[in-house]
């Protein structure tokens, strides 16, 4: 089974993670690809500057994701995407990746309110090639 966890260093995107390693371990044999988005904003006078930002905080979830992971005994792929819609990348890299699940946080750094689910994840369910596991965590 191939599994997709989109990161961004929320603990939710970890949580969802963990959830991940688990089910991998118990679906032998399976794959763990970890994305985050690098969120671009073109029409904006800053947008070089922000760009970095952004990258640099897509490479930091990668990281802190990647080490999750290796510590419950998963050794992950690492994607590093980039566009205007952090869903849209998601969605797009599960197609080109051709997993079977997307396992992803109910809410991620916006984390709004604790009774909605966040606008990345809801696309991502409705919009995703294949099924999708929400992982909720207790408030």
Do not use: H, N
């Not at 690098?38 to 500057?49: D, F, K, Q, R, W």
């Not at 080490?67 to 869903?87: D, N, Q, R, Y």
């Amino acid at each position: 089974m191939k599994i997709l966890v989109p990161v961004d260093g929320s603990d939710f995107s970890l949580k969802a993670l963990e959830t991940a390693c688990d089910l991998a371990q118990t679906q032998a044999p399976s794959s763990v690809t970890l994305v985050s988005v690098s969120v671009i904003l073109p029409e904006l006078e800053e947008g070089a500057y922000i760009a970095e930002k952004m990258k640099a905080k897509a490479e930091a979830a990668l990281a802190k994701g990647k080490e999750v992971a290796m510590a419950k005994g998963i050794t992950p792929s690492l994607i590093l995407a980039s566009g205007i819609s952090p869903a849209d990348e998601i969605v797009k890299v599960a197609k080109q990746e051709k997993v079977d699940l997307i396992v992803i946080g109910s809410r991620g750094l916006a984390g709004k309110g604790k009774y909605f689910l966040g606008s990345t994840a809801s696309q991502v369910v409705t919009y995703s090639p294949c099924s999708v596991l929400v992982v909720k965590t207790p408030d």
